[in-house]
């Protein structure tokens, strides 16, 4: 049988195929020559642009070579578009590169050497096209520009160690001696010749530099500040209780106050409510003595004769007013033991930490209660101020029941949460037991959960490390008979495959006190 010349190669190829496959060829168009063969135990096997351009990679990879790694796996890419192994290849040599592109331009330009850090920003963008924070590090030529020139500057004025170490002591001694200009003008002069850097050991001269700047603001500033329009004196009854602070069982109005409701004692069944009377706003008050004060150098405190409170009950509590009642209101209003209706118009401060706090531990008895506004003025140098002024005062006399303390805690004091989804017999009775005995003098009575499901926490790859769950613990401290609610989490290690470990206890932060009778 006779067969044409394609054909006859045909048969020809496809019986050394079925007698010999590992000595097949693959031929390119009608000629003799084998596509890029590559010898194996096999046999020959043809390579493609493909295999050659990822081979290459490899290669330059592990020889250390990344731009030509990176070239390399992009060629690879361009023959197999989307192919996961020459765009992960491409992607990691990629990150390297940037990586290191990044530690060179960031030490170049903190270095001073812009040239290098252009030239690596250049380069970098050549290689990669788009990349964002060569763009940047180019755009900061002009600005390494200026600090090579600082830092030239710097080493010029640089001090020896010894200059450097009288500088500091210079410095401090004249800090100790209350003489803020030379003190900060000794502080500057450290940090201009870099005697003084940003370091941790030299942290404390940096709050140094902060004080000596505030206080010779303040030093300059005293005896200047012009006064702001405030409101005035609002009527007669201001006019009679300037500087007063004075107590009803009423609201005490401030546009028609009525003095013959004032009242100076009461029961703790009474409503307390109190009013304010300024000669000049809070804000004037700083500026009669050229103070550039801040709302939180104003604050309430509460004395009660005969009695003294655990260290952990402050009588003193900063007002933090701000806008108009800071700047203009000459009168203001306390709600010290408002009605019901009225609890929750008047800021907690009022009536939970003056009162409810103070009143409710008090035995049964008659006790003198003074309130003041006090101004807390910062002693300068000459002690021209004082330590504060008092800008108002009041007081009054109130008879305490132990047959009122039930309501009055429930009136004055926030409820305690309800539980939450994961709130159950089981989690509260592990979390008193977790947390008796840490903290000495204090006894857990009440636990609740009020987290709705658990918190997962995950590392950056997504593997679980632990979850979390919040609550409230309700603690008595024992010495006093005072309960406070703490807001604690827990936490459970995950340990592999679905499993979690034991409850353990995380953290606490401080909380309220609530009456006892809302403990149940």
Known sequence: MK????????????????????????????????????????????????????????????????????????????????????KSSAGRVEKALKDDYLVKMRAANEGGDCETMVNLADESLALFEVWSDATYYKGLNEKCKENAATNAAYEKNKLSDADCQKLKADAEAEFVAQNYSKALELLDKGYATKCITSAGSDSDYRGMQIACQNMVQAEEAKYKREKVEDEGITGDVHQSNIKKIVFSTSKISKESPNSSSFKNSFTTADNIYGRVFLDQSLDNAANDIGRISQATDYSYRITVSGHNYPEFIDNQYVIQMKGEIYESWTTFELGLNPASSDVKSYRSLDYYSLFWKHIYYLPEGSFDVKIELVFDVPEDREHKFGAEQILAEGSFNINVKNSDKPALGKKLCDPLPNGGGLNSSTHTAQMIKLTTGKWPGQTPKKAIVTSDAWNVHKDYLGNILDRTFTGVIVVKHEKEDMYQVLDVSFIQKYQGGGKYGALQFEAVSGGDFIAKELVK
């Open 3 to 86: 067969l044409n010349g394609k054909l006859g190669a045909l048969f020809l190829a496809l019986v050394l195929c079925s007698a010999n496959p590992v000595q097949a060829q693959i031929k390119i168009g009608g000629g003799n020559k084998i596509k890029n063969p590559v010898k194996t135990d096999k046999g020959n096997v043809a390579v493609t642009k493909y295999d050659k351009a990822m081979k290459a990679g490899q290669k330059a990879e592990e020889a250390g070579n990344l731009k030509e790694a990176y070239k390399s796996y992009n060629e690879a890419l361009e023959e197999k578009y989307g192919d996961y192994s020459a």
